[in-house]
C-alpha cells in the first residue's frame, strides 16, 4: 500500500523569520510531490493538532513529517496512533536558533533537513510489536537480605507476584548480626533498633509472594517475561517462570587477613566491624583476649578501602558504621576513650549529625594514615599515625580494642586475590584472572556467560550515571551493595527504585516495548537469514546478549532482550539485519538526499552522525542558548553510533561529503555509552574505514570519530566549526560530481 505523506511546517519559535517558509513547502510539493503540506503559526497549538488530526480522520494522510522543533520535546503533544508513521525534522534548536536568520547557507540547511526527513519517513513502515507466548509477570528476588527482603515487599504490595529465594535457611542476610541501624530519623543521634523479625513476619502474611529458604538458583534461561528458573532447595527441585529478575545477593567484607600492617591476625584484640556487631549483639562486649571489659577503643577506618594495595574504592557505609559502633561505647560508657582514625569522614546527608554529635561526647578524631599497631607491654594496643592536620605523628593510649572499619566486595566478584584492575580498551569485564568468579548466583545459560558481565571492581552496574538498577541483561536488576558500596538506608531505597524497574519490565515487555534507554520502542531488529554467512558479528557483538546461535550457528534473536540499539546491524557486513523504522537502506537514501554543491560554489558538506543520547541533545542544548556552528554541517541522529554500518561512509564519500565527523558517547572507565560498547565499537570500525581511506589516497581525516557528553554543549560548536576549518584545509572530497 502506498503512503500518504503530509508535511506540517511550523512557522512560531522564530522560524517564519529565519527561514523562507514558501521554498521550503516547495521542497516538498516540487521535489517530492507532496500533496497534503501544511503551514501553522503554533503547530503544537490545538488548532495545529486538529489540522493534522482532521488530515489522519479523513484518510489524507498516514505518514507525517513534522518541521519544527527538535524530537526531543514536545513528544507529548506530538504523539499519534501507532500505526501511523512520524518524522520530525528539527529546523528550530539546529537551524533557526543556531545559524544566521535569512542567510543562504542557513536555508539550504534547512532545506536539506526536510529532504532528509522526507525521505526517512517514506522509508519507514509502522512497527508491528514483537508480543511472545506464555508471559510471566511474576518477580524473582535472589538474595533474601534487607535489599531483598524491601525489594520483594515492594513488588508484592504493588500486586504482582513475588518469588523471593534466599541462600541461608533464615531471611535476614547480614542484617541478622547487625546490633543497630545508623540513625535516620530525627534527631539522627542515636543508633535504631532493628525490627528484623517484625519485618520477616510481614513478608509470610502476603499471598502473593513466596519465599525459598535454603535455596539456590541453579539455572535461569529464557528472556524476560519467559525467564525459566530453576531454583534448589534443601534437595529437592522448584522451577518457575518468571519476567524479571531483581538481583540483591549482597557483598561480602574484604578479607581481614589481608590487613597484617594494621595488626588483625597479630594481635587477638584487633577485630573487624562486623565482629564487634555481634559483640554488642550477644551483649558480650569483651577483649578478646582475656575477656576483660573493654574502656578504650579505636576505630581505623578505610581499612584496605581505598587503597591501591585492597580496595581502591569507597566502600561507602564504612565511616557510618563506626560512628555508629563509636556511639555505641559513648552511650554505654560516656567516660570511656574513643579514637576515630580516618582519611576522611564521609557522613553524608543526616549522617553528619550523628558525627557532630560523636564530637560532643568526646571522641578524639585523628585524620591520618596509621603508622603502627604495636602491643604496649601490658597487654593493651598503641597507635600510631601521622597526623594530617597537624602534621606531626600522633600515639594514643593504651587500647583495649582496635576496630577495622574493613570494605566491601559484591558478591558477584571476590577471590583470594581481589585485585580492582580497569578494563582494557575493547574490554568488559574488570576482574582479575586470579579472583574466583562467583558463578553460582544467577547460572544463566547465555552464551556470554553465567553472570553479570561487571564493570570497574567487581560491580554489576549498567550505567552509573543514567540508568541505576539497570544491568547488562535485560530484565536482570542489581540491587542495594551487590549494585555499588551503600549504607542500609540507601540498599533499602535501592531496592525499592529495582523493583519498580523489575514492575516497568513485566508491564512494557507484554506491550512489545523496549526498556532503557529507548523507553516504548516497539521495533525490534528483523533478520533476514537468506544471506546469512554465519560470521557470528552480530551474536559477538550485541552488547546485551540478545542474540544466541541456533545449531547450525545461525543467529536466534532473543527479541525481549532487545534494547533496540541497533549494534547488530552496525556490525553485520552482509546488511541482514534491519528495523522497520531504521535500516541501513533507509539512512544510506537519507545521506543521498542531501544536497551537495560542486566544489566550484565552495560550500563544502560535512556529515555528522550524531549519538541520539548525548551529542544530539547536546546540538539542542547549544542551540537552545543560541550557540552558532558550521552551516555546513549536516546531522543525522543515530540509536547508537554503535549501529553505523560503513556502508554509510562510503555512501557519503561517494556523494562527494567532504567530511564526516562521528559524534558518540564517551568510553572507558568513566564509560557513558547508553549501550554499553557501541561507541567503543564505531571507534574500532573508523579506524579500519581510515586505514582504507589512506590506501584509496583519499585523507583519512575525512573522517573523524569524538567522544561527546551532553555536558559538552558548550564545546560543542567549536568542535564542529574545527573540523569545518580543516576540512576546508583539504580541500573539496575528490569525488565531488562523479
Avoid at 553528619?352 to 603502627?372: H, N, P, S
Avoid at 542558548?625 to 547508537?640: D, E, F, G, Y
Avoid at 589516497?697 to 554543549?713: M, P
Wanted: with cysteine; net charge negative.
Amino acid at each position: 500500500m502506498s503512503q500518504k505523506l503530509g508535511v506540517y511546517i511550523c512557522t512560531g519559535c522564530g522560524l517564519g523569520d529565519a527561514l523562507d517558509i514558501e521554498a521550503l513547502a516547495d521542497v516538498a510539493t516540487a521535489e517530492f510531490q507532496v500533496s497534503t503540506c501544511r503551514r501553522n503559526p503554533i503547530l503544537c497549538s490545538q488548532e495545529g493538532l486538529e489540522s493534522i488530526q482532521q488530515d489522519l480522520q479523513g484518510g489524507a494522510v498516514d505518514t507525517l513529517v513534522i518541521a519544527a522543533c527538535s524530537p526531543r520535546v514536545m513528544t507529548d503533544v506530538f504523539r499519534f496512533p501507532e500505526d501511523k508513521v512520524l518524522e520530525r525534522v528539527n529546523l528550530r534548536e539546529q537551524v533557526a536558533w543556531s545559524h544566521s536568520p535569512q542567510d543562504e547557507d542557513t536555508q539550504m540547511m534547512a532545506e536539506d533537513y526536510l529532504r532528509m526527513g522526507i525521505v526517512r519517513a517514506r522509508e519507514s513502515s509502522p512497527c508491528t510489536p514483537f508480543v511472545g507466548e506464555d508471559l510471566s509477570k511474576k518477580i524473582l528476588v535472589v538474595g533474601g537480605g534487607l535489599a531483598g527482603m524491601t525489594a520483594a515487599w515492594e513488588a508484592a504490595k504493588g500486586g504482582y507476584e513475588v518469588v523471593l529465594v534466599e541462600k541461608e535457611e533464615q531471611l535476614g542476610g547480614y542484617a541478622r548480626n547487625l546490633f543497630k541501624l545508623p540513625p535516620h530519623v530525627p534527631p539522627y543521634e542515636s543508633p535504631l533498633d532493628l525490627d528484623l523479625p517484625q519485618r520477616v513476619e510481614a513478608l509470610s502474611s502476603l499471598d502473593n509472594l513466596r519465599v525459598l529458604t535454603g535455596a539456590q538458583v541453579s539455572q535461569i534461561s529464557g528472556a524476560p517475561c519467559m525467564f525459566h528458573v530453576h531454583i534448589t532447595q534443601n534437595g529437592s527441585q522448584v522451577q518457575e517462570r518468571v519476567g524479571a529478575i531483581v538481583l540483591a545477593s549482597g557483598s561480602v567484607p574484604y578479607p581481614p587477613e589481608k590487613l597484617s600492617h594494621l595488626g588483625f591476625g597479630q594481635f587477638p584484640d584487633v577485630i573487624t566491624a562486623p565482629q564487634l556487631e555481634q559483640m554488642f549483639q550477644s551483649n558480650s562486649v569483651k577483649r578478646p583476649s582475656n575477656e576483660a571489659p573493654v574502656n578504650s577503643v579505636a576505630f581505623i577506618l578505610c581499612a584496605g578501602s581505598r587503597d591501591p594495595e585492597h580496595l581502591p574504592y569507597c566502600s561507602s557505609a564504612c565511616c557510618v558504621e563506626s560512628l555508629k559502633q563509636a556511639r555505641y561505647f559513648k552511650e554505654a560508657n560516656p567516660e570511656s576513650a574513643v579514637y576515630v582514625i580516618y582519611k576522611d569522614i564521609r557522613a553524608h546527608g543526616t549522617y553528619e549529625l550523628l558525627y557532630k554529635q560523636l564530637q560532643k561526647d568526646g571522641a578524639f578524631f585523628v585524620r591520618g594514615t596509621v603508622t603502627g599497631v604495636e602491643d604496649d607491654g601490658s597487654g593493651q594496643l598503641v597507635l600510631s599515625a601521622d597526623d594530617v592536620l597537624t602534621g606531626s605523628p600522633v600515639m594514643t593510649e593504651p587500647l583495649d580494642l582496635v576496630v577495622l572499619a574493613t570494605g566491601m566486595v559484591p558478591s558477584t566478584a571476590f577471590g583470594e586475590a581481589f585485585m580492582a584492575q580497569s578494563p582494557q580498551e575493547g574490554e568488559e569485564a574488570a576482574i582479575p584472572v586470579d579472583t574466583i568468579r562467583a558463578s553460582n548466583i544467577l547460572n544463566l545459560q547465555y552464551r556470554q556467560g553465567p553472570e553479570l558481565p561487571t564493570l570497574k571492581y567487581g560491580f554489576p552496574d549498567s550505567h552509573f550515571i543514567c540508568f541505576p538498577y539497570e544491568s547488562r541483561r535485560t530484565g536482570i536488576f542489581p540491587a542495594g551493595t551487590v549494585r555499588a558500596p551503600m549504607d542500609y538506608a540507601t540498599a533499602m531505597s535501592d531496592a525499592t527504585g529495582a523493583a519498580l524497574k523489575a514492575i516497568q519490565c513485566v508491564e512494557m515487555i507484554p506491550e512489545g516495548k523496549a526498556l532503557h534507554p529507548r523507553s516504548g520502542d516497539l521495533s525490534y531488529p528483523e533478520f533476514f537469514m537468506q544471506r546469512c554467512t554465519q560470521c557470528k558479528r552480530c551474536t559477538e557483538e550485541c552488547p546485551f546478549g540478545a542474540i544466541n546461535e541456533d545449531e547450525k550457528a545461525n543467529p536466534l534473536p532473543n527479541p525481549t532482550r532487545c534494547r533496540r540499539c541497533g549494534v547488530c546491524m552496525g556490525a553485520c557486513p552482509e546488511r541482514i539485519i534491519s528495523f522497520k523504522n531504521y535500516s541501513v537502506g533507509m539512512i544510506g537514501n537519507v545521506i543521498k538526499s542531501m544536497h551537495v554543491p560542486d566544489e566550484y560554489e565552495e560550500k563544502p558538506r560535512i556529515l555528522v552522525l550524531a549519538c541520539e543520547n548525548d551529542a544530539y541533545p547536546a546540538l539542542d542544548m547549544a542551540g537552545i542558548r543560541k550557540l552558532q556552528h558550521n552551516a555546513w554541517v549536516r546531522v543525522i541522529s543515530m540509536r547508537c553510533l554503535g549501529s553505523i554500518n560503513l556502508i554509510w561512509i562510503a555512501d557519503a564519500l561517494s556523494k562527494g561529503i567532504d567530511g564526516i565527523l562521528l559524534l558518540g558517547c564517551k568510553h572507558g572507565d568513566d564509560y557513558q555509552c547508553h549501550f554499553i560498547k557501541g561507541s567503543e565499537l564505531a571507534n574500532i570500525r573508523m579506524s579500519k574505514i581510515q586505514e582504507t581511506l589512506n590506501r584509496l589516497v583519499l585523507e583519512s581525516e575525512r573522517v573523524r570519530v569524538e567522544q561527546v557528553s551532553i555536558t559538552d554543549h558548550t564545546e560543542l560548536p567549536r568542535l564542529l566549526d574545527a573540523f569545518a576549518e580543516r576540512v576546508q584545509e583539504l580541500g573539496p572530497n575528490p569525488y565531488k560530481g562523479f
